[in-house]
Nanobody, 114 residues
């Protein structure tokens, strides 16, 4: 199983980024997919997730600014991030979940400058 997240980077506050995650080794359409993040000294936290039926939920801190989407044909999950804030700076991790099993990617760094 491999989850490869990419397209993080440095952006100014108020800017936008799109994160992508390519999944392999799993039956993608059967897995809930999510994005988590971890900033220095903090615990990893849920940012957004998308279920197999397309339903979504978001952390309160990103509602209205971030959008998660998935492409089952391409085994991809995306996180569109708008109006980024310095407090969004973190390493972002892609997650795949099915029943009690979780898979994680290595993470991609997002840095938002003020």
């Amino acid at each position: 199983v491999q989850l490869q997240a990419f397209e993080g980077g440095l952006v100014q506050a108020g800017g936008s980024l799109r994160l992508s995650c390519a999944a392999s080794g799993i039956i993608f359409s059967m897995h809930g997919m999510g994005w988590y993040r971890q900033s220095p000294g903090a615990q990893r936290e849920l940012v957004a997730r998308i279920f197999t039926n397309g339903g979504t939920n978001y952390a309160n801190s990103v509602k209205g600014r971030f959008t998660i989407s998935r492409d089952n044909a391409e085994n991809m999950v995306y996180l569109h991030m708008n109006n980024l804030k310095p407090e969004d700076t973190a390493v972002y991790y892609c997650n795949a979940h099915l029943r009690q099993r979780d898979y994680w990617g290595h993470g991609t760094l997002v840095t938002v400058s003020s």
